[in-house]
C-alpha cells in the first residue's frame, strides 16, 4: 500500500467498462514525512475519497481486486482508505 493525497479529478468519457461508477482520482505518493515523493498517478476510488484528502492507495493486482464490478478493470491502482490521522514514530 501506499500513502498518498488526492491532488485532483480526471474525467473520462468513454472507458472500460469495468471501470463504470468509479470515480478516478489523481494522487501524490508521500513519504513518511508526508512530503510529496515519485510521480503523480491516476488511481480508481472505491471508498468515496475526495481532493486534498489523505489515502490508502493499493497497487497492482490487489488494485484490481479492490475493484468489484462484472467486467476485470484493467487498473494499476485504486484508492481502498481514507487516512484519519498518521503517527510516525521517532528515528
Known amino acids: ?5 488526492v491532488v485532483g479529478t480526471v474525467v473520462s468519457t468513454q472507458k472500460h467498462a469495468g471501470l463504470n461508477g468509479y470515480k478516478l482520482l489523481l494522487v501524490q505518493p508521500l513519504d513518511r514525512a ?15 475519497a475526495g481532493v486534498s484528502e489523505l489515502v490508502l492507495v493499493s497497487v497492482g493486482s490487489q488494485a484490481r481486486a479492490a475493484l468489484r464490478g462484472e467486467a476485470p478493470a484493467p487498473v494499476d491502482a485504486a484508492i481502498i482508505g481514507i487516512v484519519d490521522q498518521v503517527e510516525v514514530a521517532p528515528g
Open 1 to 5: 500500500m501506499i500513502l498518498a493525497r
Open 34 to 48: 508526508l512530503v510529496a515523493t515519485g510521480n503523480p498517478m491516476v488511481a480508481a476510488d472505491v471508498v468515496g
